[in-house]
C-alpha cells in the first residue's frame, strides 16, 4: 500500500516538473526571440546609445537630394558635394611643430590670411570643431588631402579634417524656373516640383559614430544616409528655350504687363512648356537686381522685398486668374450639343445684341445669319447668349464643372488658384448670358487647357502633370505617373465639330495670323477686358492645337495689355505663331494641310489687313451693356454705372463658390459686363 502511494507521488512528481522544465524551456526560447527580434529592429540603436555613454565621436553622414531631369534626360536640378574645412585647435596647439606645419599648408592651399587664421586657432584654444571654410569643391581640397597622406614629407600636419555636405544647383539658371522651384536652408522647399515632391527628393542622413575601447583601439558604427529619390519631368527643355526666348523678345517688343504660355500633350496630360515673363535665377532666387534699381532696392523694407519676391515667385499659368473672354465659347457650343439643345444645322440671327433681363448686351456687329459653326468662328456674343439660353443655369452651371472651370485641376504644383465662377442658384439671365461668351468668370491657364485638350482629344479629361516618373538612385522605379483619364467630357460626334469649327476659326475667322504654313492649326482667340471696366487694359489670348484632325499638341498663350491697342487679339494670334513655327518642326508633327487650305490662307494673309483688323479684331472687343440700347463700341465704359446694376446679384457675391481666389485678383466687379471678343 505504501510502495503504492509513493510510486503515485513519484509520478505527479516527475509530471509536475516536466512541465516546470518546459515550460522554463518555452520562457527561455521567448526570451531568446525577443532578444534576437529586438536585436535585428534596434540593434543599432542600443549600440549606438551604448556608445554616446562612451568616450565617443559622432559625425554625420548626409543624404544627397534627388535630382530632377526633364523628359529627354537633361538634369535640371541635382545636388553636388562640397566640403566644410574644420580644424582641430586643441590637437594642433599640442605642438608647435603642429601648428607651423598645418598653418602653412592651409594657407597655401586654400589661399587663407595666415594672421587671421592663428588668431581664430588662438582664441579657441580648446575646440575641436572650428568650421573654417564652408563649400569647397573637391578640386581644392585634394591637393591638401594629398599633403596630409604624405606622412614621410609632412609629419606634422594635423587637426584639419572635412566635412562633406550637398548643395543644389541648377544647370539651366533660369529656364523652366515657375515648374522646377529651389530649396531653402535644410534643403526645404515651397514652389515647383521641389516643393510639391519635397519629401521623395529629399532622403535620411546617416551618421558614423567612433568609440575608444578597452584596448584603446577607435571602434566605429555607421548607419548610411539614405540619397531621396529621382524625378522625372515632363518638361523638353528644348521647348522650353524656345518659348522663354520668345517670351522674352515679344515683352521687349510689345510692352505688355504679363505674357505666359502652356505647352501640352493632349492625349497624356503631360506639360512638355510652362512659363511667364517674370523668370529668375534659380541659383540665385533672391535676386532682384534685374526687376529694381538699387535705390529702389535700398529704399525697400524686408516686407516689400519678400512681398516682391512672393510676386516672382509665382507662376502666372496656374497662380492667376482672368476672365477667359471667347476662348470659352467652343465649351458653351459643345455643352448644348452634347444636351441635344442645338444641332449642328441650326442657325442663329445675329442683330447686335441682345437684350437680356432689360439690358442690352451688345455684339461685335450685326452677323446676320449663323450656322452652329459660324457662331465660333465668328466669336458671335448674339448667338452665344441664345445658346446659353437654351442651356439655362444649371445645365450651364454643370457643364462648367464638367469642363474643369471652378475646380483645381490638381496639376502636381502647388498654390493653384481655381479661379471664380457662380453657383447655380446665383445665376441670373444677364449672368448666364455673359457668361456663355466667357464673362464674368475667371479661370486660370491650367484649366483652360486641360479643358480645351479633351474637346479636341475626343472628350478625354487627362490629369494634367509635370511629373512622369519617381525613381530611387539605382533606376528602380517608385512610382509611375502614367496618362490618368479623370472624365469623359463629350463624345466623338461633338469633338469632331469642335475640330471643323476651329480650323475654320483660324482658316477664315479671327484667328487666321495663328496659322503655320503647312499645318492644320485649329483654335479659337479671346480678348477679356479687366477689371476695373475702363480701364482700357485686356487679356488677349489664343488656344490651338495641331493637327487639329489628330492633335499631337496644344498651345495657349496669353498677352496681358500690351503698351499699343491693348485689345488688338492679333497680338496673341501672331505670338502664338511665333512660338509654333519652332515648336512644331522640333516635335516632327506632321504637315497635313491641303492645298485647298494653304491657298485659303495665303489669300486671307493677302487680304486688307486693316479692313480685317477693324472689322473682325477689333470688333471682337464686345459685350457692352447699356439700358438705353446704345451700341458701346470697342472701348464703350461710359457706362459704368449701369453696367454694375446690369448684374448686381454677382457683385454681392463675388466669391460664387466659396474659395478663395489664391491668385489675388478674382474678378473684382462681377457686376460689370466687360469688352469681350
Known amino acids: 500500500m505504501r510502495r503504492r502511494r509513493r510510486n503515485v507521488f513519484n509520478n505527479k512528481m516527475s509530471r509536475t516538473l516536466t512541465v516546470l522544465y518546459l515550460g522554463i524551456l518555452a520562457v527561455l526560447f521567448a526570451l531568446c526571440v525577443i532578444i534576437a527580434k529586438i536585436n535585428r529592429d534596434k540593434g543599432d540603436d542600443y549600440t ?16 544627397k537630394r534627388g535630382d530632377i531631369i526633364d523628359r529627354n534626360g537633361y538634369t535640371l536640378a541635382t545636388s553636388v558635394k562640397v566640403y566644410n574645412l574644420i580644424l582641430d585647435a586643441k590637437m594642433m596647439l599640442e605642438k608647435k611643430e603642429y601648428l607651423e606645419a598645418t598653418v602653412s599648408a592651409l594657407v597655401k592651399s586654400f589661399d587663407l590670411n595666415e594672421t ?3 588668431e581664430t586657432i588662438n582664441a579657441n584654444k580648446d575646440s575641436r570643431y572650428i568650421v573654417a571654410l564652408k563649400g569647397i569643391e573637391y578640386e581644392k581640397v585634394k591637393p591638401f588631402q594629398e599633403l596630409q597622406k604624405d606622412t614621410k614629407n609632412n609629419p606634422d600636419i594635423m587637426g584639419v579634417w572635412f566635412e562633406t555636405e ?3 544647383k541648377y544647370p539651366y539658371n533660369e529656364l523652366g524656373s515657375k515648374v522646377i522651384g529651389f530649396t531653402n536652408s535644410g534643403n526645404s522647399a515651397d514652389w515647383g516640383i521641389e516643393g510639391y515632391y519635397c519629401d521623395e527628393l529629399n532622403g535620411v542622413d546617416g551618421r558614423e559614430y567612433g568609440y575608444v575601447n578597452s584596448d584603446n583601439n577607435m571602434e566605429k558604427v555607421i548607419r548610411n544616409a539614405t ?3 529621382n524625378i522625372t519631368s515632363t518638361l523638353d527643355m528644348e521647348i522650353q528655350k524656345i518659348v522663354e526666348k520668345k517670351i522674352k523678345d515679344y515683352k521687349k517688343e510689345t510692352k505688355a504687363k504679363r505674357i505666359a504660355v502652356m505647352i501640352a500633350d493632349p492625349n497624356t496630360g503631360e506639360i512638355l512648356s510652362m512659363a511667364d515673363d517674370m523668370s529668375y535665377d534659380l541659383n540665385n532666387p533672391r535676386d532682384l537686381s534685374d526687376f529694381f534699381s538699387k535705390k529702389e532696392l535700398k529704399k525697400m523694407s524686408d516686407e516689400d522685398q519678400l512681398n516682391e519676391l512672393n510676386k516672382l515667385w509665382r507662376c502666372y499659368c496656374i497662380n492667376d486668374s482672368f476672365e477667359p473672354g ?8 459643345a455643352a448644348a450639343l452634347e444636351e441635344g439643345l442645338v444641332s449642328t444645322n441650326d442657325t442663329f440671327y445675329c442683330d447686335g445684341s441682345e437684350n437680356v433681363g432689360g439690358w442690352n448686351i451688345h455684339c461685335s456687329g450685326t452677323h446676320g445669319t449663323l450656322t452652329l459653326e459660324g457662331t465660333i468662328v465668328n466669336s ?4 452665344l447668349m441664345q445658346i446659353g439660353a437654351k442651356l439655362g443655369a444649371s445645365t450651364f452651371s454643370n457643364y462648367q464643372t464638367r469642363f474643369g472651370f471652378g475646380v483645381r485641376t490638381g496639376i502636381d504644383l502647388s498654390g493653384e488658384t481655381p479661379g471664380l465662377v457662380y453657383d447655380e442658384k446665383d445665376i441670373n439671365s444677364s449672368t448666364l448670358a455673359t457668361n456663355a461668351f466667357g464673362q464674368n468668370f475667371t479661370v486660370n491657364m491650367m484649366q483652360i487647357e486641360a479643358g480645351f485638350c479633351s474637346l479636341v482629344n475626343g472628350g ?9 516618373e519617381i525613381v530611387d538612385e539605382k533606376g528602380n522605379v517608385i512610382k509611375n505617373f502614367s496618362k490618368t483619364l479623370i472624365k469623359q467630357t463629350i463624345t466623338q460626334d461633338t469633338c469632331d465639330f469642335e475640330r471643323k469649327a476651329l480650323r475654320e476659326t483660324v482658316l477664315s475667322g479671327t484667328g487666321f495670323r495663328a496659322e503655320v504654313p503647312g499645318y492644320t492649326v485649329g483654335g479659337k482667340t479671346g480678348t477679356a477686358e479687366k477689371s476695373p471696366r475702363g480701364s482700357g487694359e485686356y487679356v488677349l489670348s489664343f488656344i490651338g492645337a495641331v493637327p487639329i484632325e489628330d492633335p499631337q499638341v496644344v498651345c495657349y498663350v496669353v498677352v496681358d495689355t500690351p503698351e499699343k491697342d491693348p485689345d488688338n487679339s492679333a497680338y496673341a494670334t501672331i505670338f502664338y505663331n511665333k512660338i509654333m513655327s519652332e515648336v512644331l518642326p522640333y516635335l516632327n508633327i506632321p504637315k497635313t494641310e491641303t492645298k485647298e487650305e494653304a491657298d485659303r490662307a495665303k489669300a486671307n494673309k493677302k487680304s486688307d489687313d486693316e479692313n480685317y483688323e477693324s472689322n473682325i479684331i477689333e470688333g471682337e472687343n464686345s459685350g457692352i451693356v447699356d439700358n438705353e440700347g446704345n451700341y458701346g463700341g470697342a472701348t464703350g465704359a461710359d457706362n459704368t454705372d449701369e453696367q454694375d446694376n446690369a448684374q448686381n446679384d454677382a457683385a454681392d457675391n463675388p466669391d460664387a463658390n466659396g474659395e478663395a481666389d489664391a491668385a489675388g485678383e478674382p474678378a473684382d466687379n462681377q457686376g460689370e459686363v466687360a469688352n469681350v471678343e
Not at 471667347?326 to 457650343?333: G, Q
Request: aromatic share 14%; with cysteine; proline share 7%.
Open 48 to 63: 549606438i546609445t551604448v556608445l554616446n555613454q562612451q568616450n565617443n565621436t559622432s559625425r554625420k553622414i548626409p543624404y
Open 116 to 118: 587671421e587664421l592663428r
Open 166 to 168: 550637398y548643395v543644389r
Open 227 to 229: 540619397n531621396g529619390y
Open 326 to 333: 471667347s476662348t470659352a465659347k467652343p465649351f458653351t457650343v
Open 380 to 383: 458671335c456674343n448674339d448667338a
Open 460 to 468: 478625354n479629361y487627362y490629369q494634367p502633370r509635370v511629373v512622369r
